[in-house]
C-alpha cells in the first residue's frame, strides 16, 4: 500500500507514460489528457488500497476509455429521417475574414496599425496618435487613405457589400 504523500512523485514520473498510454486509446491528444486527468483523479481516491500503482491508473485508463466509449455510442440513435432543411455554411464568414485579412496585410504597416488600433480595438484617435507617436491628423488622415484602399479592394467590396 503506497502511502499518498508519494502520489505527487508518481504523477510527475509517470505520466508522460501514462499520457501517451492514453493517447493511443483515444487517438487524441486532447481527450488522452482528460482520460489520464480523469484516471488519476479516480486513483487519489483508492491511493491507500492500490499495490501497483502504474498497473491499476493502467487499468483505470482502459475501463474509463471503455465506459467513455460507450456512452457515446449509446447518444448516437440512427434515423431514416432527413433535417428539413441544412445548416447554414461556416466557411462563408471564414472567407470574409479571410479576405479581410489579406487586405489589411496589403496596406503599409503604418496604415494597418492605424485600422486596427482605431477600428479592431475601437481606440479614440488622441490614444492611437499617443501609441504611434504621431499627430491626431496623422492618425485622421492615415486612417482615411487605409479605408480609401479598402473600399478599392474589389475583395472587400465583393464581400462586405453583396
Do not use: N
Not at 487517438?27 to 502504474?54: T, V, Y
Not at 494597418?112 to 496618435?129: G, I, N, S
Not at 504621431?134 to 453583396?162: F, M, N, W, Y
Amino acid at each position: 500500500m503506497p502511502d499518498r504523500s508519494i502520489y505527487p512523485d508518481f504523477v510527475a514520473t509517470r505520466s508522460d507514460r501514462l499520457l501517451r498510454t492514453a493517447f493511443m486509446l483515444t487517438q487524441d491528444w486532447a481527450l488522452a489528457e482528460d482520460l489520464l486527468q480523469e484516471s488519476l483523479a479516480k486513483a487519489w481516491f483508492a491511493w491507500k488500497r492500490i499495490d501497483d500503482p502504474e498497473a491499476y491508473v493502467r487499468r483505470v485508463l482502459v475501463t474509463t476509455h471503455t465506459s467513455w466509449w460507450r456512452r457515446r455510442w449509446r447518444r448516437e440513435l440512427p434515423s431514416d429521417a432527413l433535417p428539413d432543411h441544412g445548416t447554414p455554411d461556416a466557411a462563408g464568414g471564414l472567407d470574409r475574414r479571410d479576405a479581410l485579412w489579406r487586405a489589411l496585410g496589403r496596406l503599409p504597416a503604418r496604415q494597418r496599425a492605424v485600422v486596427v488600433l482605431r477600428f479592431y480595438e475601437d481606440l479614440p484617435a488622441a490614444e492611437v496618435a499617443e501609441i504611434l507617436g504621431c499627430q491626431i491628423g496623422t492618425v485622421k488622415s492615415q486612417s482615411a487613405k487605409a479605408l480609401a484602399k479598402l473600399r478599392v479592394d474589389e475583395t472587400i467590396v465583393k464581400e462586405l457589400h453583396p
